[in-house]
């Protein structure tokens, strides 16, 4: 089992800047991959960025270029830094973790808010 904890989220103008953690507590050294996904109201859950167990990044087209997605090495947090925000951006932002043995584990989520 791995417990996952987000922290981070808030109200922004367009163009500021947010930072989300994730803690992670349990079996973490079983951790293969942590992802962050994020549900706007009235749309389906999407992929945000991603961060495999050999630190190979990828990311949404949406938010190439302005998140960046990280993690520490012993897999108890994992970031998204996110800049250059806009409202589009607008959503409740899930953090996931992906075992070795394809267990996926969830986070309760943080709501961010890009508004004008």
């Known amino acids: 089992q791995v417990q996952l904890v987000e922290s981070g989220g808030g109200l922004v103008q367009p163009g500021g800047s947010l930072r989300l953690s994730c803690a992670t507590s349990?079996?973490?050294?079983?951790?293969?991959?942590m992802a962050w996904y994020r549900q706007a109201p009235g749309k389906q859950r999407e992929f945000v960025a991603r961060?495999?167990?050999?630190?190979?990044?990828i990311y949404a087209d949406s938010v190439e270029g302005r998140f960046t997605i990280s993690r520490n090495n012993p897999k108890t947090a994992c970031w998204l830094q996110m800049d250059n925000l806009n409202p589009e951006d607008t959503a409740v932002y899930y953090c996931?973790?992906?075992?070795?043995?394809?267990?996926?584990?969830w986070g309760q989520g943080t709501q961010v808010t890009v508004y004008s």
């Open positions: 996931t973790v992906i075992t070795f043995l394809r267990r996926d584990y």
């Open positions: 349990g079996h973490v050294g079983g951790i293969d991959t």
């Open positions: 961060i495999d167990s050999g630190a190979r990044t």
